[in-house]
């Protein structure tokens, strides 16, 4: 059996990054280089330690990712259109660099056969809701990963021995 006390291995680290990508204990394993993705998946994920780095990294993870959307969702609802206001006001839009215009703001530019320009912009209003919901459903997302995570468990359990945790490394 294995010393459980004892730091990750980097391989065992990678495991752990990979399956909060994936949540697929086999793609993770054969991601971070075992020869026996499956019995080296449904073993790993029982060990205490595992699911720990798993927990810590998915918390990191889902913090990142819910600051990501906050952010873009604040910059959709207080965001600035001016940019996007001279480009209408171009003459020749085409012909000019506009990397340096802040276009975040926009869903979509038409240019009907007549030559003006359509810019559509995304709904501040519903980015607004969007930003009230990430708030009221931060507790429900970590709660039903923490469900599903123990129901994985519990499903390789009965597909992984110990000799067989034994057997692939």
Do not use: H, W
């Not at 060990?47 to 798993?54: C, V």
């Not at 259109?81 to 012909?95: C, G, I, T």
């Amino acid at each position: 059996m294995k010393d459980i006390n004892r730091p990750l291995t980097a391989k065992e680290k990678r495991f752990c990054s990979f399956y909060v990508s994936s949540g697929n204990t086999r793609e993770a394993a054969a991601a971070a280089g075992y020869s026996n993705p499956d019995k080296a998946g449904a073993s790993l994920i029982l060990r205490d330690d595992i699911n720990a780095q798993i927990r810590s990294l998915y918390q990191i993870y889902t913090k990142n990712a819910r600051e990501k959307a906050r952010a873009g969702y604040e910059r959709l609802a207080f965001g600035n259109v001016s940019d996007a206001v001279r480009l209408m006001f171009e003459e020749n839009p085409a012909d000019k660099d506009l990397n340096g215009y802040d276009l975040f703001n926009v869903a979509e530019i038409k240019r009907p056969k007549d030559g003006a320009m359509e810019i559509k912009f995304f709904d501040r209003i519903k980015a607004l809701e969007k930003l009230e919901s990430l708030e009221e459903n931060v507790q429900d997302n970590v709660s039903r990963f923490y469900s599903a995570l123990v129901g994985s468990i519990k499903n390789n359990s009965e597909d992984c021995t110990q000799e067989e945790e034994e057997s692939f490394e």
